[in-house]
């Protein structure tokens, strides 16, 4: 129910369950905490956890586990509620739970993620001084966050201590740094990371290839993009929707848009791929970006033939904004 939003449904459930003489334990309040934590008020979610929190700290059978404090710094660390943070990893030394390496992961992902790369170190440390060695996931998560500020040097770095340590990369480890060197037009780099997988014995992924498009896409290199889209369209008996995504998206940033649509086209045609409202937003978007009023009336009646009803929801999402709709229905 949390996950879908219905938070009074959670409660009403929580209370049934109570009624009917069962008795709470912690994996019950573990649950209600994370409906409510999926709110989108999210200063009110964050005040009804802790509440519920507080209020397992005096209920015997219901004391928090470590599992109840990853929720919980999870999510404060996504808010960037560093105060927050700092004060769960304090209780949580002074309780019986142990933090594990799902504590340190979750906490260091979420900061990651965010861009707080001080404050993901600070935690690594923390880890380090728990005698918590590093996972595959904490390498993977420290690439792909110093990939996404650009700090290189640290991404390398890490890569090189994972190749010295126990633990064996994946095929994500490599497919996040081809992403980020190409966000930086760093296609040499790029490319060197994609020899690395097959070096190393491994089979790229359909996501390799869709990082590898993007990349050449990012890179000024569109018809290196258009021939991987194209060798995956004559291996691959269905194609992923983001995979054509990936191959529409390069051309819209690069101001291809008559061959965006071109591309898009041929796919409805095909019957190989679905499209689905991601597509259309996706292309709603730059076609609405570059005034290609033609374009978006076009693709309206691509959507109400496929059953996509563009409602203000949709609108939003393409856009971010309302004055897209002032455009739509003044014309």
Same mark, same amino acid.
């Given at each position: 129910m949390g996950k879908k939003g219905q938070t009074r449904m959670a409660m009403w459930l929580f209370s049934e369950m109570r009624n009917s003489g069962s008795r709470p334990d912690t994996s019950v309040y573990n649950a209600l905490i994370t409906a409510h934590l999926h709110s989108k008020d999210k200063p009110k979610a964050f005040s009804k956890a802790l509440g519920y929190f507080d209020k397992m700290k005096g209920t015997e059978r219901?004391?928090?586990?470590?599992?109840?404090?990853? @929720?919980?710094?999870?999510?404060?660390?996504?808010?960037?509620?560093?105060?927050?943070?700092?004060?769960?990893?304090?209780d949580l030394e002074e309780s019986i739970a142990t933090p594990d390496i799902f504590t340190f992961n979750g906490v260091m992902d979420a900061y990651g993620k965010n861009g707080m790369i001080n404050e993901m170190e600070?935690?690594?440390?923390?880890?380090?001084?728990?005698?918590?060695?590093?996972? @595959?996931?904490?390498? %993977?998560?420290? @690439?792909?966050?110093?990939?996404?500020?650009?700090?290189?040097?640290?991404?390398?770095?890490?890569?090189?201590?994972?190749?010295?340590?126990?633990?064996?990369?994946?095929?994500?480890?490599?497919?996040?740094? @081809?992403?980020?060197?190409?966000?930086?037009?760093?296609?040499?780099?790029?490319?060197?990371?994609f020899q690395k997988i097959t070096d190393m014995g491994y089979a790229p992924n359909f996501i390799t290839y869709e990082c590898m498009i993007m990349m050449y896409g990012c890179c000024d290199y569109v018809s290196k993009a258009r021939r991987i889209y194209d060798k995956m369209i004559e291996s691959e008996k269905q194609v992923k929707v983001s995979s054509l995504n990936a191959?529409? %998206?390069?051309?819209?940033?690069?101001?291809?848009?008559?061959?965006?649509?071109?591309?898009?086209?041929?796919?409805? %045609?095909?019957?190989?791929?679905?499209v689905d409202s991601s597509t259309y937003k996706l292309l709603y978007k730059s076609y609405m970006k570059s005034n290609m009023k033609e374009l978006v009336q076009q693709l309206l009646?691509?959507?109400?033939?496929?059953?996509?009803?563009?409602?203000?929801?949709?609108?939003?999402?393409?856009?971010?904004?309302?004055?897209?709709?002032?455009?739509?229905?003044?014309?």
């Open positions: 219901c004391k928090p586990s470590i599992v109840t404090y990853n @929720i919980l710094l999870r999510a404060f660390a996504q808010a960037k509620n560093v105060v927050q943070v700092e004060t769960l990893f304090k600070t935690v690594l440390a923390r880890m380090k001084s728990n005698q918590i060695k590093p996972d @595959i996931i904490t390498y %993977n998560l420290l @690439i792909d966050s110093y990939g996404r500020k650009q700090e290189f040097e640290k991404m390398e770095q890490v890569l090189k201590s994972l190749l010295r340590s126990k633990e064996r990369p994946t095929v994500s480890t490599f497919n996040s740094m @081809i992403m980020n060197y190409g966000k930086a037009r760093l296609r040499e780099k790029a490319d060197l990371v191959m529409l %998206n390069v051309y819209c940033v690069n101001g291809l848009l008559f061959e965006a649509d071109k591309l898009f086209e041929s796919a409805c %045609n095909s019957g190989i791929i679905r009646v691509h959507m109400d033939r496929d059953g996509i009803v563009p409602n203000k929801r949709f609108f939003l999402d393409a856009l971010g904004a309302l004055g897209s709709l002032t455009w739509l229905f003044n014309h």
